[in-house]
């Protein structure tokens, strides 16, 4: 069954290399850490929802609102799949549905958006204030929307199709469908936030550490399905 129906537009992915064991805390039992070319990632992300309906039903106020958050990429029987240390959002009915019936890390926040289109550039920027103070990510890209490459980083980054979420020592897994989206290459990124405050110590190196990538996907309809548990 679906439990919602949404277009995710304009993804940024801005992407780190990390060491396994600082993930390894996180991951919700039953599920391992998944690898490109031997690398561990997490993403920062940040995208608009739009367009939002839960079980069929537009939901006044909430249709059309942004979100950022810091993943990393899993496998449960084969499945490729995401885990989230952390999604901001500004809705506070998204954040207690997500977390009472997802068991998801939601927090709500202050946020804003910007994009801007010149001759020859597409600028977005996702923007949100954590203890009293505005962080952002943003990026500047080609205008044309290209296939992403079979085996690339940014087909690694971009493809897992599920969700893991752990719930005293359950595991549960939800799909979300969506085809395979285009994506503009960035010519220039910025990132101005504090990692400690927003995700805690284990991830404060980042503020210090180079992207492997940026990418910006063009996005699609999306469909979220009913969660399942995997483990317990």
Same mark, same amino acid.
């Given at each position: 069954?679906?439990?919602?129906?949404?277009?995710?537009?304009?993804?940024?992915?801005?992407?780190?290399?990390?060491?396994?064991?600082?993930?390894?805390?996180?991951?919700?039992?039953?599920?391992? $850490?998944? +690898? /490109?070319?031997?690398?561990?990632?997490?993403?920062? *992300?940040? %995208?608009?929802?739009?367009? @939002?309906?839960?079980?069929?039903?537009?939901?006044?106020?909430?249709?059309?609102?942004?979100?950022?958050? $810091?993943? +990393? /990429?899993?496998?449960?029987?084969?499945?490729?799949? *995401?885990? %989230?240390?952390?999604?901001? @959002?500004?809705?506070?009915?998204?954040?207690?549905?997500?977390?009472?019936?997802?068991?998801?890390?939601?927090?709500?926040?202050?946020?804003?958006?910007?994009?801007?289109?010149?001759?020859?550039?597409?600028?977005?920027?996702?923007?949100?204030?954590?203890?009293?103070?505005?962080?952002?990510?943003?990026?500047?890209?080609?205008?044309?929307?290209?296939?992403?490459?079979?085996?690339?980083?940014?087909?690694?980054?971009?493809?897992?199709?599920?969700g893991y979420t752990g719930h005293k020592?359950?595991?549960?897994?939800?799909?979300?469908?969506?085809?395979?989206?285009?994506?503009?290459?960035?010519?220039?990124?910025?990132?101005?936030?504090?990692?400690?405050?927003?995700?805690?110590?284990?991830?404060?190196?980042?503020?210090?550490?180079?992207?492997?990538?940026?990418?910006?996907?063009?996005?699609a309809e999306v469909s979220i399905k009913?969660?399942?548990?995997?483990?317990?």
């Amino acid at each position: 069954m679906t439990f919602l129906n949404a277009y995710w537009r304009n993804l940024l992915f801005i992407n780190y290399e990390v060491d396994p064991k600082i993930l390894e805390p996180y991951l919700p039992k039953g599920t391992e $850490l998944d +690898f /490109y070319n031997g690398k561990c990632y997490v993403s920062m *992300v940040g %995208f608009m929802f739009m367009d @939002v309906k839960v079980l069929g039903i537009k939901l006044y106020n909430h249709i059309n609102f942004e979100e950022v958050n $810091l993943r +990393f /990429y899993v496998k449960h029987n084969n499945k490729r799949g *995401v885990v %989230f240390i952390q999604e901001i @959002v500004p809705k506070p009915l998204i954040t207690l549905v997500a977390n009472s019936l997802y068991h998801e890390h939601y927090t709500t926040s202050n946020m804003d958006h910007v994009w801007k289109e010149t001759h020859d550039s597409l600028f977005f920027e996702y923007r949100w204030q954590v203890n009293n103070k505005w962080q952002s990510i943003a990026a500047t890209t080609e205008k044309e929307a290209v296939p992403i490459l079979e085996n690339s980083e940014e087909q690694f980054i971009m493809e897992h199709y599920f969700g893991y979420t752990g719930h005293k020592n359950k595991t549960f897994q939800y799909e979300v469908l969506h085809p395979s989206w285009l994506h503009y290459k960035v010519k220039d990124f910025n990132s101005a936030m504090d990692f400690e405050a927003n995700y805690g110590t284990d991830f404060e190196h980042l503020k210090y550490a180079k992207p492997t990538s940026v990418i910006l996907a063009k996005g699609a309809e999306v469909s979220i399905k009913n969660k399942l548990t995997v483990h317990k």
